[in-house]
């Protein structure tokens, strides 16, 4: 795979998120393939969306526990961990 492939590839996936809430789980997984297939790492932006169900979180219910912020995924319910920074 070429260098330019990759930077090509980080753009897409930068344009992806910039307006992630309307995207489909079927979009989010074909990015993640994307991400993977250039071993780009995804960081911060895999909090934008579900891990079990793939969809975008658009109106997420987020709790804040123990200096860790939950997000429930209002399609299938999945719990998703973070650590806050401090
Ligand atoms: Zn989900």
Redesign the pocket.
Known sequence: MSKKGKKEAEHKIEEFFADIKGKTPKEVRKIKKLAMSYNIKLKEKRKAF?K??L?PFIIPKIRIKKGMKIII?D??G?VSRWRMKD
Do not use: I
Request: hydrophobic fraction near 10%; charge should be positive; proline fraction near 0%.
């Open positions: 579900c079990k169900c969809t995924c399609k299938c999945a």
